[in-house]
């Protein structure tokens, strides 16, 4: 739900940019926007004279240490058959908060505390609204 804001916000950095670039040629006919020949030039001359065989060495010590913590993580799935979401509906309640609160009520029990949680709300029908955390 918080990719329309980032799609809205390049459709608007496209059309400037593809109307300036229209305005500085004088024409309303496509336009062939400049290549990239390095994005990464400007980066590669301030990294402290380190060379490229340096660099990807650090990049594979990163992907290692990376591939540790994936491997160090269990999932387990369970699923539940007693009631869906139709139930939950008839009972006058979202799915969605229903499992939220089913979420931090097992947390709970688990660890003794009630453990910070991450909810995104749509205020969009309001004066400038996109999405906000619910806590």
């Known amino acids: 739900s918080d990719g329309l804001p980032a799609v809205g916000l390049?459709?608007?950095?496209?059309?400037?940019?593809?109307g300036?670039?229209?305005?500085?040629e004088g024409s309303t006919s496509s336009v062939t926007l400049p290549v990239i020949e390095s994005i990464f030039g400007a980066v590669l001359d301030s990294l402290d004279g380190r060379?490229?065989?340096?660099?990807?060495?650090?990049?594979?010590?990163a992907r290692s240490e990376f591939l540790k913590v994936i491997d160090s993580n269990d999932l387990h799935v369970q699923t539940f058959q007693g009631y869906g979401t139709d139930f939950v509906k008839s009972a006058g309640f979202s799915p969605?908060?229903?499992?939220?609160?089913?979420i931090q009520l097992a947390t709970f029990r688990l660890f003794g505390?009630?453990?910070?949680?991450?909810?995104?709300?749509?205020?969009r029908p309001f004066l400038h609204g996109r999405t906000e955390t619910t806590r």
Request: net charge negative.
């Open 96 to 102: 969605d908060a229903y499992i939220q609160m089913a």
């Open 113 to 123: 505390t009630q453990a910070a949680t991450y909810e995104s709300t749509q205020v």
């Open 51 to 61: 060379s490229l065989s340096e660099l990807e060495g650090l990049v594979e010590q």
């Open 20 to 24: 300036k670039l229209q305005s500085e």
């Open 10 to 18: 390049c459709r608007h950095l496209l059309e400037r940019s593809h």
